[in-house]
């Protein structure tokens, strides 16, 4: 039997619900700029909407500053061809590439290095700053209130931000060498993102889900202990998450790359419940999750990136779609989604080919 044509709000609901969408939600797929300029010029329409030519579901966040502001000066140092070291006016100095699109910075020194330069950046992490909110916000309002799409809100970052204030190898001496130090920041983020967010989860009824952004985890594991997760993140992050259920928010989803196997159980417990991208190079097995928490966690990604590279082909392709897309599929509360951003090296004609076949498997009316 046909199921009925749904919207993307009703399609969101039904996919991480168990319910019965008439296909899965699917989540913009990330790419790279490099990227659709080459599928552009393997034929994919110059003009055409991207979410719309791919099939993807709208989805919005409702537009909060949670950002640093006013954001830090920086100046170039130093400068090839190749690259710029950039200092900012915390002192922090980065080493950047000028000519590639790939490639993260190199930090030579953080901008938060003690307590006076954390004393100092956290000036600019004021919550009753005007512009946390859209200056029109009364119209903001009006225009969500008829909503078909999935509205969702940001939520912070309780590894993720301090992580790239203070440095991952200092962060991880921090724990040990001045637990106040890091105590106080991630306390102070989680009080910080409730002052911010509580107006908006007071003033626009049934928002849809929440986010968060972490990236705490590396190719074999987690860059904490499950313990020092506990002792310094748990309690913060329960007290955000705690609010967004009393909200009505059922839904809140995490980004971090790298293997979550350590970190599942985590946030489960701190009632966040949507795991993306689920990194395949990384050992992250997603049939192997719904094996092991059945439906507590809700899924997303897992695609492998690397069998959509040029050389290879659509019988690589339907291999690793077909050996875990249907199973997850029939098991519900999981939606396919390239397990990263997609890289320059993938033909259009693959990515193509792998949308085709993802909307074939994922479609049931």
Known sequence: MKRAKMNARERFHATFGYGRPDRLLLMTQWTFNDTLKRWRREGMP???????????????????????FPPLETKVVEQTAEWQIVEDEFGGLTKRWTDREIGMSQWL???VRDRHTWDRLKQRLDPQAPNRYPEYWDYVKRCYAQRDFPLGIHAGSYYGWIRNWVGMENLALWYYDCPDLVHEMTQYIAEFV???????????????YASIWEDMAMKTGPLISPR??????????KRVTTTLNEHGIKVIMVDSDGNVDQLIPLWLEANVNLIYPLEVAAGCDALSYRRQFGK??????????????????????????????????????FSPMVDHAVPPDVPFGNFRYYMDLIQELCTFT
């Open 228 to 237: 020092l997760f506990r002792e310094f993140m748990m309690e913060p992050l």
């Open 296 to 333: 507590r966690a809700l899924l997303v990604g897992n695609i492998d990136k690397r069998v959509l590279k040029e050389g290879c082909t659509r019988t690589d392709i339907e291999r690793e779609v077909m050996s875990k897309v249907p199973q997850l599929v029939e098991a519900g509360g």
């Open 46 to 68: 110059w003009d055409a909407h991207f979410n719309t030519y791919f099939g993807y579901d709208r989805m919005e966040h409702v537009p909060l500053n949670l950002g640093i």
């Open 194 to 208: 409730l002052r911010v967010i509580t107006r908006a989860l007071d003033e626009i009824p049934d928002l849809d």
């Open 109 to 111: 020194r953080y901008p």
